[in-house]
């Protein structure tokens, strides 16, 4: 689910016995101006209705959702600690890392992180990545989520999950993130084909989704 400044888009994706991705159904719902900005939703009721509508449109079965939150509202920091920690020891040094580079408490920040070392690194040493958005836009976001009965099992950057849509399209590129999966028997290709770059986002959520699997 990407919930952009003028629209909600929405991409359901399945796996086939095969592993091939199924496009099952994807949709848009514009937005009032204003009522999303670029740190976070300003009128959430009216992003919560413009959701069910499109959910009910488009008659979406599924029942987990990986959610966007604006890159410009995500910070992300890295760094190298010397020894491999406790999953309690790595959280502390996360957020003290990343809290002097927010303009706002660490405590209304959302953290997350993860290890993406050391594979090059010296034994006993990893880079630790960190990412924090405020708390506020995260949750907001999950309304909208739990608004439609989904559970969020993904909240992550919209500049990450249109990376992760890229690097699996290859050579079609943006203009193409659909290409390759099978598709559901009501969906039009012409069609899909001249939509399909204004979904970039909300199909690499729709990825990043399975990478938990």
Known sequence: MDIGRHAVRMVELSRGKAGAFVLEGYGSEALADGAV???GIDDLEHVMAAARRLWERSDFQARNAAIGIPA???VVHTFR???I?????LETLAREHIAPLLDYRAADACIDFCIVGPASLPAGQADVLVAAARRESVEDRLAVAEFLDLH???ADAENYAAQAALLRAGAGGAAAPFAGMVLAADIDAERLRAEAPAYLVACG???RGFDRW
């Open 152 to 154: 969020a099992i993904v």
């Open 37 to 39: 900005g670029e740190d």
């Open 81 to 83: 600690t010397n020894r």
């Open 85 to 89: 920690h406790a999953e309690s020891e």
């Open 205 to 207: 959520l729709a990825l």
């Open 72 to 74: 410009g509202a995500v």
